[in-house]
């Protein structure tokens, strides 16, 4: 889109329609000592095609496809989107930050949060899924924070191998509550130890993610049914929403409350946002929900409509009778995801999902062909942690200057991981950039 500056005559006819002289008349309410009294130090104006080389410039400095190979995922995902997605989400109508408040106004917009609704439920195997938080993380902590709600009790113990981003977010959510957040180790399996939850008392959750940050499945039934024990609710969270196109959905697992992250279904990558947290959980627990919920209903002629239900404006407004401060509308990225949704259909996820798998599993079998240890046996979907040799930094620098991208290391997460790299693979990387991959790391 081009920049179009306004003209003096376009901002003094502006300036008159309003009723004042100057432009810094319109920020008379700004106390004189809070506002910036010098010029901003800008570099001097560029004609648009500067511009456009400068941009280029700078987007040449960035790890970017397709000129890199990245075989990195940690909780944002590459892959395709159908053109379908990209051309209809761009209709004027669909691009709008406004909250539908008002049905009369808004049933387009209803319809569409109605249908990712739909499609978020089925996925996950649920009952009910609110239309859309910020991310994965915040949906996470809201989960947590809804399960106190319901459940009285003010613990909740959460997995070492949650996205460690997810779970900083959940001890900024929960330091100023006074709730307490206690923490579950991880086996030498790559699975979360549940033993721990034997010693812990007055739970409201036990929070598992799965796949989890190793790329591990976790037996969600296992814990699901370790959680009841404790009477504690079980929230079931993701960072790749793909995975149950192939693996058991957390529904089917007896998961109260199931959370995560939907980039995955149509929303670039976009160096770490926009992005989608996804919540779903059943009808019994449905006033608990945080958030937007977007319900069918009929008019005055008996035609079929949409509304915002179970909420009313104050919900939005009035912090403290709140069940969520997050109010800003997140529909255009929901809207994305049920565009993919629909346009890949069921059998079609299934399909991406076993491929991202299957190829995942062809780099883990050919890196240990060539000796590197994967130290984690349990089974993955498209990301697995592998071991280099000590020294692997020099050889990840130099493979970065071959537009490679070998992974994410686990060190600063997890000091005793070193020399520990967490790999991903999607249906965007072929045979031949893996095989290219393995050789660098083997040379």
């Known amino acids: 889109m081009h920049y179009l500056p306004h003209t003096a005559e376009d901002i003094e006819s502006m300036l008159q329609a309003v009723g004042v002289e100057h432009l810094d008349d319109l920020f008379s309410t700004v106390p004189e000592d809070c506002r910036l009294q010098e010029g901003l130090d800008l570099p001097e104006a560029l004609t648009e095609w500067e511009l456009d080389e400068h941009m280029a410039a700078l987007s040449n400095e960035m790890a970017v496809s397709p000129e890199y190979r990245v075989f990195m995922g940690a909780g944002s995902y590459e892959h395709f989107i159908p053109a379908s997605v990209s051309y209809l989400l761009n209709r004027s109508e669909f691009v709008t930050s406004y909250t539908p408040y008002q049905p009369e106004m808004s049933q387009g917009t209803l319809q569409a949060i109605y249908e990712y609704q739909t499609l978020v439920a089925r996925l996950l195997g649920m009952e009910v899924a609110t239309a859309s938080h910020y991310d994965g993380a915040t949906a996470l902590a809201e989960s947590l924070l809804m399960a106190v709600r319901i459940t009285g009790q003010r613990k909740v113990a959460v997995s070492s191998l949650i996205h460690p981003l997810y779970r900083r977010v959940v001890k900024t959510y929960f330091e100023p509550t006074g709730y307490e957040v206690l923490e579950l180790p991880y086996l030498n399996t790559g699975l979360t130890d549940l033993s721990g939850l034997d010693e812990m008392d007055g739970l409201a959750a036990v929070a598992v993610q799965s796949p989890n940050f190793f790329g591990c499945i976790e037996d969600l039934k296992a814990v699901g049914e370790k959680a009841h024990d404790k009477d504690a609710l079980f929230v079931s969270s993701f960072t790749e929403a793909l995975a149950y196109g192939l693996l058991i959905n957390p529904g089917s697992s007896g998961a109260d409350i199931v959370c995560g992250e939907g980039q995955s279904l149509g929303i670039p990558r976009s160096f770490g946002g926009p992005a989608l947290g996804m919540l779903a959980t059943g009808k019994k627990y449905m006033r608990k929900l945080?958030?937007?919920?977007?319900?069918?209903?009929?008019?005055?002629?008996?035609?079929?409509?949409?509304?915002?239900?179970?909420?009313?404006?104050?919900?939005?407004?009035?912090?403290?009778?709140?069940?969520?401060?997050?109010?800003?509308?997140?529909?255009?990225?929901?809207?994305?995801?049920?565009?993919?949704?629909?346009?890949?259909?069921?059998?079609?996820?299934?399909?991406?999902?076993?491929?991202?798998?299957?190829?995942?599993?062809?780099?883990?079998?050919?890196?240990?062909?060539?000796?590197?240890?994967?130290?984690?046996?349990?089974?993955?979907?498209?990301?697995?942690?592998?071991?280099?040799?000590?020294?692997?930094?020099?050889?990840?620098?130099?493979?970065?200057?071959?537009?490679?991208?070998?992974?994410?290391?686990?060190?600063?997460?997890?000091?005793?991981?070193?020399?520990?790299?967490?790999?991903?693979?999607?249906?965007?990387?072929?045979?031949?950039?893996?095989?290219?991959?393995?050789?660098?790391?083997?040379?």
């Open 290 to 443: 945080p958030g937007r919920l977007v319900g069918q209903t009929k008019d005055l002629d008996g035609k079929r409509g949409f509304v915002l239900t179970l909420a009313t404006r104050e919900q939005h407004i009035r912090r403290e009778k709140a069940t969520s401060n997050i109010c800003t509308n997140n529909s255009l990225c929901a809207l994305a995801a049920a565009m993919y949704m629909a346009s890949v259909g069921g059998s079609g996820i299934r399909e991406l999902a076993l491929l991202n798998h299957d190829k995942a599993e062809y780099l883990k079998a050919q890196l240990k062909k060539e000796g590197f240890t994967i130290p984690f046996d349990s089974p993955t979907f498209n990301e697995f942690v592998v071991e280099f040799p000590p020294g692997f930094e020099a050889t990840y620098a130099r493979l970065l200057k071959k537009n490679t991208v070998p992974g994410l290391s686990l060190a600063p997460y997890y000091p005793e991981l070193a020399n520990h790299y967490l790999l991903c693979v999607t249906e965007t990387r072929s045979k031949e950039d893996m095989d290219a991959l393995v050789r660098e790391v083997r040379s």
